[in-house]
């Protein structure tokens, strides 16, 4: 909760990289970046830890890191994959180092959950679009291939551990994969051109 | 036989082997139309995290700003200057850029998380530390350096196994000269694992980069092998 109305958005924020380079001298611009990607990684870490007090753990690191100064280079993508690829690339570790095993996952995973708000208006930029968007589209997905995706994204399971999981056959998951991953690219196209 | 759209579909969800990765990332450089066709499969993938964007609880703002707020500003900062990390903080943040550098797919988010933890079992604890990531044909890996405690720590992978007589080599180019680092051979898996100690004294000049050569002859000054991966 970055932002109310009594604190309106700026007409013109200034852009990620600015704030990043005023970061390392001024922690004050940590503000801005949060209200910028805090709903992204927070509800990242959340669906990969199914844990809300982890998730606020790991939201506090990705964003001290942030601070530590990282080798973030604008000009190799944004910073909202950069933070996306270093909170689930955090968080599934923390996952696998918990020890949590396959059959646990059997019985408890469902689906990731979804969130109990939608995105505020803190989460701007392309964010809130993009979000309703792939929402959609994920719940559009057969729930196969949607459970599929999600094990593969927010677990970082193989396709045969994803079987194994589901006691399904291999063949099977893969074509869930494929499907998903495919109907997710028809429905999205105009976000990937 | 899997169609190359299949194969495309398997690279990207990290379901091929080094090998058949290898394999289809050479046939993908010489294929405009697969490569444009993984790429939109890498972007949708990359959409999926946008799904669970979430209004984080209030109370977060406020704990996670006080949080970088503790974190100290350094007293000047140049490009160039180490910065202070924590090890494992380190070993994220290289394995994320890693992945960015290479274009964030799951196959090297899976492998990046390994070379995370590897790094951050081998040096634990906080202190001064530069990072370089090396590449060249298929191999990939971390190179970090810690100035204050003089050492260094390397994780490469995709590495050729080599005869009894070579050995890999790494060096620092500092100026005009380059900075031997380390003599290691590389596992029957293709790894090298390993710490070395950083002659500090010899950086006389900012480290341009680091690189590996495949060495067979007595070590000299200067490398004399081919150079078979090196820091962008």
Redesign the interface.
């Known amino acids: 909760m970055g932002r109310t109305e009594h604190d309106p958005v700026p007409a013109a924020d200034p852009p990620d990289d600015v704030l990043l380079r005023t970061l390392g001298t001024d922690r004050a611009a940590l503000g801005p970046l949060y209200d910028r990607y805090g709903g992204l990684v927070f509800g990242l870490a959340r669906a990969i830890l199914q844990s809300q007090e982890e998730a606020e753990d790991l939201t506090q690191e990705v964003f001290v890191t942030l601070c530590q100064g990282t080798t973030f280079d604008a000009r190799r993508g944004s910073l909202g994959a950069f933070l996306t690829t270093l909170t689930r690339s955090r968080a599934i570790d923390r996952l696998r180092s918990r020890g949590r095993r396959l059959r646990l996952l059997r019985a408890s995973w469902q689906s990731a959950p979804p969130p109990d708000r939608p995105a505020g208006p803190a989460d701007r930029i392309a964010t809130r679009e993009s979000s309703a968007r792939v929402r959609n589209a994920m719940a559009e997905l057969p729930a196969n291939e949607r459970r599929a995706l999600e094990m593969v994204y927010y677990q970082g399971l193989t396709q045969a551990e994803i079987a194994a999981t589901l006691d399904a056959p291999l063949g099977t998951v893969k074509s869930w994969c494929r499907r998903g991953l495919l109907g997710l690219r028809d429905a999205l196209g105009d976000l990937v051109e | 036989m899997t169609s190359p759209n ?1 194969l495309a ?2 690279y ?4 091929l082997s080094p090998e058949d990765a290898a394999t289809f990332e050479r046939r993908v450089a010489t294929d405009a139309a697969l490569a444009e066709e993984v ?3 890498r ?16 109370h ?2 406020a ?3 006080a ?3 503790a ?1 100290p ?2 007293a000047r ?1 140049t490009r160039r200057a180490p ?4 090890w494992s ?1 380190f070993a ?6 890693l ?3 290479l274009g ?1 797919d ?1 196959y090297r ?2 492998r ?2 390994g070379l ?2 590897e790094l951050t079992a081998m040096l634990q604890e906080p202190n001064i530390v530069r ?1 370089f990531a090396l590449t060249g044909g298929g191999a990939y890996g971390t190179v970090a350096l810690d100035l204050d405690a003089k050492r260094g720590a390397v994780v490469l992978k995709g590495l050729r196994a080599l005869p009894a007589e070579e050995r890999y080599r790494l060096w620092a180019q500092v100026g005009d000269k380059s900075v031997f680092c380390g003599e290691f051979g590389a596992s029957a898996a293709g790894t090298i694992t390993a710490q070395f100690p950083v002659p500090v004294e010899s950086y006389t000049a900012p480290i341009a980069k680091l690189f590996l050569t495949r060495e067979s002859a007595p070590r000299g000054p200067e490398p004399t092998g081919p150079t078979v991966m090196e820091s962008a």
């Not at chain 2, 990207?12 to 379901?15: D, K, T, Y």
């Not at chain 2, 972007?43 to 209030?58: G, H, M, R, S």
């Open positions: 299949d579909v398997e990207v969800l990290g379901e790429r939109k499969l972007a949708t993938l990359d959409l999926v995290p946008f799904a669970t964007v979430t209004e984080p609880p209030a977060l703002r704990r996670v700003l949080a970088g707020a974190v500003v350094p900062a910065r202070r990390v924590v903080q994220a943040a290289a394995a994320a850029m992945a960015l550098a964030f799951t988010v899976r990046e998380l995370e933890r990072s």
